[in-house]
């Protein structure tokens, strides 16, 4: 931090989306700067082109290190040697070199100390992919780059709506090859020690979803759920944490039971993020759990389809930067308060008491 400001470091994502645009967006507001420091790792030439195309009139200043990124601006520090041409709604692979290179030399910065919480821009997923990329996505990166060992877990999320995933970015023909009780355990152990030490929830009530239809139909339509999911949220519940399920996710969501949950457990991508992205795509955050590192971004893709025509929302991107300071100052809050057990009990006595408590003995597979 400096001058009691959160350093956010931003990766430009791919430069034929609308990365840049939903950055200078976010960053057109003066108040953004008013509790943050934002570095753009990119390329000035970039943002500019992007910025005189869309006729987004924000400015930046032009830095070579994070030491010289100064108060009460958008900062873009100089990391992309080539000069990479921009072609919106085009898959490039000098695009996703440019992307890769961005995150990089962010990561990079992180492990120095020089940035406090990362926020990343959309990749394409496909133009990225080299020797250094062999991921399905950020989230896998950021695992192996700054995991430290510790194991992460993606998380939508919007107020306190949240949707994590069990199995992440799979072909849906490996899911049920990848569940496992051990697997389901694992990501609620995250989800749940993420809830407590980002989002101050002593308590969390973490509903799991079923994989198959009507949640198995008791066997009817699966065994997944008999063999692998309940004996999961039964081993939780034994270890003192309030799991729930599995559900149906048909009837879950289209119920509004979810809102009666601190997080939601859906056991594969599309699963939980489209019923996600229906209810809050446009303030939606993607933020990655389980790491030291604090990452966000916004909920969307490259938007090839709109990129360059100046209509993209940064409703999302703001709401990234806004979670991800956010998350780190609760994160040093909880630190200074570990060193005085009587603030840390007063603290942790926090619960979310406009919600439903719920009884773990309910009966909840009517869906």
């Given amino acids: 931090m400096r001058n009691n400001k959160v350093i956010v470091g931003i990766t430009q994502g791919d430069i034929n989306g609308v990365g840049y645009e939903v950055i200078l967006k976010t960053f057109a507001s003066l108040e953004m700067l008013e509790f943050c420091i934002p570095v753009v790792y990119g390329s000035p030439k970039v943002a500019a082109y992007h910025g005189k195309s869309l006729e987004v009139e924000t400015n930046f200043s032009i830095i070579n290190s994070i030491e010289e990124a100064s108060d009460n601006t958008l900062s873009i520090l100089n990391c992309i040697d080539t000069d990479v041409r921009v072609e919106f709604s085009t898959q490039d692979k000098e695009a996703g070199a440019a992307a890769l290179k961005s995150l990089e030399c962010a990561v990079e910065d992180y492990k120095n100390g020089l940035i406090d919480v990362l926020v990343t821009a959309p990749i394409n997923k496909h133009v990225i992919q080299s020797e250094n990329f062999n991921f399905p996505g950020h989230t896998e990166y950021l695992e192996d780059r700054l995991g430290d060992g ?22 849906l023909r490996e899911v049920p090859l990848a569940l496992t009780k051990e697997l389901i355990e694992r990501k609620i152990n995250i989800f749940n020690q993420s809830l407590i030490n980002d989002f101050g929830i002593a308590k969390p009530r973490i509903a799991v979803l079923g994989l198959n239809p009507h949640a198995g139909d008791d066997g ?85 389809s709109i990129a360059g025509k100046g209509i993209a929302s940064e409703s999302s991107f703001r709401q990234a930067i806004y979670t991800a300071i956010d998350v780190f100052r609760y994160r040093k809050e909880q630190e200074r308060l570990s060193a005085n057990p009587l603030g840390r009990l007063y603290f942790n006595k926090k619960d979310d008491s406009d919600k439903l408590v719920l009884d773990k003995e309910d009966d909840h597979d009517d869906f």
Avoid: W
């Avoid at 709506?161 to 199995?167: C, E, G, H, K, N």
């Avoid at 992205?277 to 490259?302: C, I, Q, W, Y």
């Fill in 150 to 171: 510790h194991k992460s877990l993606m998380i939508l999320l919007k107020d306190d709506f949240r949707v994590a995933v069990a199995t992440g970015h799979l072909p």
């Fill in 220 to 304: 009817l339509l699966g065994n997944e759920e008999i063999e692998i999911i309940k004996p999961a949220i039964q081993q939780m519940n034994e270890d003192g944490l309030f799991c729930y399920g599995p559900f149906s996710a048909d009837g879950f969501f289209g119920s509004n039971d979810f809102t009666k949950f601190d997080g939601i457990l859906a056991m594969y991508h599309d699963q939980g993020l489209i019923p996600f992205k229906v209810l809050a795509m446009e303030d939606g955050v993607n933020f990655t759990a389980g790491l030291p590192v604090v990452r966000t971004s916004p909920a969307h893709g490259t938007a090839y």
